[in-house]
């Protein structure tokens, strides 16, 4: 009897399998220097490499990425238990391989501390910022994570990040991310009594909305409606 393929060992294989090619190429890589690297040659040849293995680093990150997240999205992602953390070594690879990588902190996070892991969901949000600190989806992201925390209590920490999320530094990928990320930011404009602010934010989502921004719902916070006049 045919019996189905297990996606996840699947995956586990192919993870593997991209392990090996890179280490293979940082291999090569050191075996191509000269000795020494006194010469200009060589230092040419190490930065050349350098770069090389740079490229190869996010090469296999993103493939790691589009393996892991239709598998965990797929099969898992309801579950906020123990199955979360079969894939938990694969998020920290992907960004241990990737720093900028914004996708895998802000799924990795956000579900350590909806799993019970809260502190260590804090930490990985924190590093997100830290190693991306123009990306609006990622101060988002340490915004929710702060509120499972403790919404009360990091109130005040939240809200500045609200404020230097709607600020001239930040990027977005997309329209979906900054349509997503700006409803975050609303919300704590809103709850902490600015609403002219929350006004803005959600005429700004209105036309990313008529732009075709089309979010998902898995992560939205209620928004406190904003009163006639007051936008």
Do not use: C
Not at 101 to 127: H, I, K, N, P
Not at 144 to 156: F, H
Request: glycine share 10%; net charge positive; aromatic share 10%.
């Amino acid at each position: 009897m045919h019996r189905a393929e297990n996606p996840v060992a699947r995956f586990v294989i192919i993870a593997v399998l991209l392990l090996a090619v890179l280490l293979g190429a940082q291999a090569l890589g050191q075996v191509s220097a000269p000795a020494g690297g006194v010469a200009s040659t060589g230092r040419l040849i190490g930065q050349t490499s350098f770069a090389y293995m740079g490229g190869i680093r996010t090469f296999v990150a993103a493939v790691l990425w589009n393996r892991l997240d239709p598998i965990f999205h797929g099969y898992y992602s309801a579950s906020f238990g123990k199955d979360f953390v079969v894939f938990l070594p694969t998020f920290r690879l992907v960004i241990a391989l990737d720093p900028q990588f914004q996708q895998a902190y802000y799924t990795a996070s956000y579900y350590l501390a909806r799993s019970g892991r809260v502190d260590q969901g804090l930490a990985l949000a924190r590093e997100g910022v830290a190693n991306n600190p123009t990306s609006g989806l990622l101060r988002a992201n340490y915004i929710q994570v702060l509120e499972l925390q403790n919404r009360v209590a990091n109130r005040a920490e939240m809200l500045k990040q609200a404020q230097i999320g709607i600020g001239p530094t930040i990027t977005y990928a997309n329209i979906d991310d900054e349509f997503e990320s700006l409803g975050v930011f609303r919300s704590i404009f809103a709850t902490s009594g600015d609403t002219k602010t929350a006004g803005v934010l959600q005429g700004v989502q209105e036309a990313l909305r008529a732009q075709g921004a089309s979010p998902g719902a898995e992560r939205e916070i209620p928004i406190p409606p904003i009163p006639a006049g007051k936008q």
